[in-house]
């Protein structure tokens, strides 16, 4: 178990398993009008590993997942999964689990259909019977420990159960890759420190590759075992917690953590 | 992890509002409008249902038992019922097209969309007939000369299988499609705006297909502002007058559509006969309002939940 986000290297995966979802990205550039929101972006995630995307707002962070996703294409620039290129796919080729940052949860769906979306729009031959539906729905809501909400809808929920409904909805598809885009951001700083153990915990016991967006370098140091810091759609600085903070690769790196003080109680 | 359970955040009360208005004027106020009320809104609606009913249930009968008055109310409805599926169709389109897409000229086509409310119904109507009438731009073909006959298969065709635009049923439908175009997609574009399309992502990414993020996500999330549109069209289609008159030719047992048979009926012997049928179309508004303010009070729901769910 790991401890205020100290020692981070040694849960670094040493030989990460070969049966893990690696996602390499390749000389990503994508622009918004005259707006470069990336700019020549590449870097790997290993098989097994959580990384955070850290930057400011309007890095170009999250257009980057969205990006890794298939929700938004790039001009330039490849995706591979498991060195397998899937530029081409859509979002719903691709099936990775991805987890909105105000959660998109289907209003007009109760919990137990939110969650079980993903295996009812599966093709016939695909979907597994009602059943076994049931059995995965009810086994994800006790991962996120929300059983007895099954029945109510998302708006009579709060923000960090809501957030949990959308984890187990991203998960129910079994997705080997799990990208969140700042999965903590509308929380309480309370709720915040207790998912952010969670995602860790539920990381490690779950056979994932994850990527995540934040702009909270606390969360990114403390939760991830790699950390990509972004500034004007250019990647700044990639390294474990520990090596960005004792070795900041340049003036902004140095800037932005500096400007918020590393401290959790 | 009970710890987690935040309270569900509760809407304080809205202030009360201090009126600065003195009394006297308030009252003032009220009574002009209850009086303007009852004038304009009230008055007309009791004379049409006291003179519907001033010579007797027999009477009413009568006037459905005439073909004329039947065949009116079938061709109303005819025409509802296929220009209100179709601008169903548009609506659901056009809105999701400028509410989904950001492309060079996306207000113009708002604006656009709204171009049959401004306009004049009788100019709408008049659109059709200088396309298609006798001397509009298609009229050689449907009104052909000899030489037209001898040369044009299309001039031929249409002549052979007896296909009639102007003063006949495809006039009335084209007028009315063109009336009531703006009720459905209106209704949907600020809705569709408010709600995002974060949800639809949500849906591909668990690999819904688009016909399934449609049925499954995007309609039930708009359902109650689209019944609402539906009604507010049917509405119109039905009670549409200017733009049908000027295409219909007021053929009876032909052309004539409810709004115009009442007022054939009137102009003919200004007896009851024309308010029966008017009573008829105004219980069809009364029921078509009571049908909208539930629908626009459950869309007007949906579009706070998507509000909150937004924060």
């Known amino acids: 178990m790991r401890n205020g986000g100290l020692n981070v290297s040694s849960a670094l995966p040493q030989n990460p398993p070969n049966d893990f979802m690696s996602i390499q990205i390749r000389n990503i550039s994508k622009n918004f009008g005259k707006f470069a929101a990336l700019s020549d972006v590449s870097f790997d995630v290993e098989g097994g590993e959580l990384v955070a995307l850290l930057g400011p707002s309007g890095s170009g962070k999250t257009t980057l997942l969205r990006v890794v996703a298939g929700l938004e294409f790039a001009e330039k620039g490849q995706i591979f999964y498991n060195e397998k290129d899937v530029t081409q796919r859509s979002a719903y080729q691709r099936k990775a689990g991805f987890v909105f940052q105000h959660y998109a949860l ?9 969650v079980a979306f993903g295996l009812r729009v599966r093709k016939r031959s695909e979907r597994p019977p009602e059943p076994q539906i049931r059995a995965r729905v009810e086994q994800l809501l006790e991962t996120v420990q929300l059983k007895d909400l099954a029945k109510r809808l998302p708006v009579q929920l709060s923000g960090g159960q809501r957030q949990r409904i959308a984890f187990a909805r991203a998960l129910a598809i079994e997705p080997e890759v799990l990208l969140l885009d700042e999965p903590f951001g509308a929380l309480d700083a309370k709720v915040r420190k207790e998912l952010r153990h969670w995602l860790r915990r539920f990381h490690d016991t779950a056979h994932l590759t994850s990527l995540f967006v934040t702009h909270d370098q606390d969360e990114a140091f403390e939760v991830a075992d790699r950390v ?29 953590l500096e400007l918020r003080p590393v401290t959790t109680a | 992890m009970a710890g987690t359970l935040t309270p569900f955040p509760t809407k304080a009360a809205p202030p009360r509002r201090a009126t600065a208005e003195s009394p006297v004027i308030k009252t003032v106020l009220v009574s002009l409008v209850l ?41 109303t409805l005819i025409t509802a019922l296929i220009a ?83 003063f006949a049923l495809p006039g009335i439908v084209l007028a009315t499609t063109f009336v009531t175009f703006p009720f459905v997609a209106r209704g949907l574009i600020p809705l569709m705006q408010a709600q995002g399309h974060k949800e639809e992502e949500a849906a591909m990414t668990l690999g819904a297909s688009g016909w399934q993020i449609f049925t499954r996500v995007t309609l039930p999330k708009i359902k109650w502002g689209l019944i609402y549109g539906i009604i507010l069209c049917n509405a119109r289609a039905m009670g549409e007058f200017g733009a049908v008159s000027v295409v219909s030719g007021h053929i009876r047992n032909q052309t004539n559509t409810m709004p115009l048979h009442i007022e054939i009926l009137y102009n003919e012997y200004p007896n009851t006969g024309a308010f029966v049928i008017a009573a008829l179309l105004s219980v069809l508004a009364l029921v078509t309002l009571f049908i909208k303010t539930y629908a626009e009070w459950r869309a007007e729901r949906q579009l706070r939940a998507a509000a909150e769910s937004a924060e």
């Open chain 1, 228 to 256: 990509v810091i972004i500034d004007k759609g250019r990647i700044q600085q990639i390294g474990t917690p520990d090596e960005v903070r004792n070795a900041p690769a340049n003036t902004f790196v140095e800037e932005f």
């Open chain 1, 106 to 114: 289907f209003q007009h769906l109760n919990v137990f259909e939110n």
């Open chain 2, 35 to 75: 009086v303007f009320f009852g004038l304009f809104l009230v008055l007309p609606l009791f004379v049409i249902f006291h003179e519907a009913f001033s010579r007797g249930w027999e009477f009413i009968l009568k006037t459905f038992e005439d073909r004329a008055t039947v065949h009116s109310i079938q061709l």
């Open chain 2, 84 to 166: 209100v599926p179709l601008n169903t169709v548009f609506g659901l389109a056009a809105a999701w097209l400028v509410t989904r897409f950001k492309f060079p000229g996306r207000s113009l086509l708002i604006s656009l969309i709204d171009l049959p409310l401004w306009i004049s119904p009788v100019v709408g109507g008049l659109i059709y007939v200088l396309v298609f009438g006798r001397q509009g731009w298609l009229g050689p073909l449907f009104f052909p000369s000899d030489e037209m006959l001898q040369t044009s298969f299309l001039a031929r065709f249409i002549y052979e299988h007896n296909i009639k635009v102007i």
